[in-house]
């Protein structure tokens, strides 16, 4: 059972999890860490494969507390990610910021670091949950449109459950942060932003004929881009 919110613990909670450096670019509020990985699509995992670290790209969902991973029973990534404690991160990126000096140059982002041990789910309904979390997070509105998986297909899955007990979140907003000495150059500084946008779906080239876009796909697509206003 997910814990109400004036339940759950802090971020940072351990040494692992702790910023040692920008602190101040730290959230400690667990609302902030459900916000960066609602926000994303793609995580990365990382495993200790063979004795060395790997950083797998992969897709993930999360409900309440918990995060879902999924992929093949022959996956050996997987299997090492049940051995060792692993760790996912979560990245956007919000803008390039521009400063007047090469040193000073950075971005704006919002990421999330999960520290813990992954947890392979058996039990049939908790898998199906974890899969649909999975797909869900991606696509949603999909899970009760397409066909449900076969005995088959749930056989060849795995499905991993990761605490999020113990996290991180840091972040970047706002323009440079130049040197004084460096304020009146004439050097332009500011900030390009970065955003992802969802474009027109394009039908698969076998779609049966008469088959239309259905809402939950359409719903997603992006807004037109507002021009940017030039200041002269």
């Known amino acids: 059972m997910t814990e109400s919110r004036a339940a759950r613990t802090p971020l940072s909670p351990t040494a692992r999890s702790t910023l040692t450096r920008y602190r101040d670019r730290a959230a ?63 990245t956007h990126l919000d803008g390039i910021v521009y400063a007047r000096s090469a040193m000073h140059f950075s ?13 392979e789910l058996t039990d049939p309904e908790q898998r199906l949950h974890g899969l649909r979390t999975v797909v869900e997070h991606a696509a949603p509105g999909s899970w009760e449109y397409v066909r449900p998986p076969t005995k088959k297909e749930l056989a060849a899955t795995m499905v991993l459950a990761l605490d999020l007990t113990e996290a991180s979140v840091k972040t970047r907003a706002g323009g440079p942060g130049d040197d004084p000495d460096d304020l009146a150059s004439d050097v332009w500084a500011g900030v390009l932003p970065v955003r992802q946008v969802f474009e027109n779906p394009v039908p698969s080239v076998d779609l049966a004929s008469g088959v239309e876009t259905p809402d939950h796909v359409r719903d997603r697509i992006s807004p037109a881009s507002t021009p940017v206003q030039v200041r002269t």
Request: proline content about 4%; charged content about 15%; aromatic content about 4%.
């Open 28 to 90: 400690t509020d667990r609302g902030a860490l459900d916000a960066v990985l609602d926000a994303g699509l793609i995580c990365h995992l990382g495993v200790l494969l063979h004795g060395a670290p790997v950083v797998l790209p992969t897709t993930y969902g999360r409900d309440g507390d918990t995060l879902y991973l999924h992929g093949s029973t022959g996956a050996g990534n997987l299997r090492a990610a049940l051995a060792e404690p692993v760790s996912v991160a979560v």
């Open 107 to 119: 971005m704006n982002y919002r990421s999330a670091v999960v520290h813990g041990r992954a947890v």
